[in-house]
């Protein structure tokens, strides 16, 4: 009996330590994925509330495709979990304490509620600033950047916890997280500079300043001005690559409100050399129609199915993407999936925010399955 005790504590104590990083403060800063494993990179597709169902959890399921995978998983649990992939990436937020070596910055146009940040909450919808929303987490070594499209997400730091606000439940929303080496966030920082973010909470500390001094000035601009945006000379567009940690390129398509023009059709698809079916938020006003001038069709989706899990409307999806129609290889510039914060209507031309664009087969194809129906060039609905 008592070697069998001490054969199993070994094996016991291995396990712990196999746990320990999650909750130790030597983990890298990095997206993570339902199993806690550190990942390059994921895609996230929060589900909307299927009406038909009357699950208590309903509008907090998603699902996920992460580097490696084959396409989309249904999410271990919700989007409010800590244990979940977004839960835990954005949760090393909180869980990073006192650490004042990182760097960090929050910014959505929708802010968070102001019991949350001491601050009047100020719906900035209708704004001069970015229409944009992401996260930015990084120590000297390296760190992630979360592109997404909820309203009022996420918490500040000082809310001490992650959670996911009932902003975000009813209507789909979708998320890019990518993990890159400190360098990159030099870049990244001038990006969120030309998208003019509405930063709700940010610190960069002085020994990372020197290093992503975009991101400290964000951040700094923030604490001096407030709400207003007073850029005197940024540039109006710019579009990079970005290789993650492990080698992957995504190009990061930022613009100003100086573009005033609509990013999917007069930027990302000739760039791309790819037409374009573009899901976004359809409520607000000025959408623009379908598009097939310049030589690229850029169309509306109407009808959308990720992962075959149920079939909702475009006007139940948040979410801002793009995929091309046709897979890499079948004529020119196939295969690219892009998500990002810009919806296509008129008021958003003149306002900051972007997309972050990859192509590759597994995603493509994911994205791809997902768009059903479309509006033709000139009105009426088609299979996309
Ligand atoms: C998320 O979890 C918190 C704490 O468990 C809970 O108070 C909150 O109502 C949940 N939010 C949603 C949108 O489910
Ligand atoms: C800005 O966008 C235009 C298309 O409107 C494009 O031709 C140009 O190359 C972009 N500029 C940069 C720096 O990417």
Known sequence: MGSTVISVMPLFLSLLILYVPLGGGTSPISCYNDQGDAVDWFYMYKLPKDHGRKSPKEGEKYLLLEKGSEGWTDGKGTVNDTTGALGRTVGQLYSQGKNTEVAYIL????????????????????????????????????????VHSTPRFPPVRQAGEYYYPSSGVTNGQNFICVTYPLDRFRTIGEQLQINQPNVY?????????????????????????????????TLSNRSVTLTSKDGTNFISF??????????????????L???????????????????????WKVLDITLINPGQKFTFKASHDHSKWAVSPKAAGEGVGGGWVCVGDINRNEAEEKRGGGTVCQQDPVVWKAYRTAALECEACGGGTIQC
């Not at 009047?120 to 229409?131: A, F, I, K, L, P």
């Not at 002085?206 to 601009?221: F, G, N």
């Not at 899901?279 to 959408?287: A, E, P, V």
């Open 273 to 295: 050399q790819s037409d374009l079916l573009v899901q976004f938020w359809i409520h607000s006003k000025g959408i623009l129609p379908s598009d097939c001038s310049l030589g």
């Open 201 to 233: 909470d940010c610190h960069v500390p002085e020994s990372l300043a020197s290093l992503v001094p975009a991101l400290a000035a964000i951040c700094e601009k923030k604490h001096l001005s407030g709400h207003t945006f007073a850029h005197a000379k």
């Open 107 to 146: 910014y959505n146009d929708q802010r968070p509620p102001e019991e949350d940040f001491g601050d009047r909450w100020v719906d900035n919808s209708g704004s001069r600033g970015g229409h944009t929303k992401g996260v930015v987490l990084l120590d000297k070594n390296q760190g992630f950047w979360l």
């Open 254 to 271: 930022a613009k100003g409100a100086s573009f005033d023009n609509d990013l999917y059709h007069s930027w990302v698809a000739p760039t």
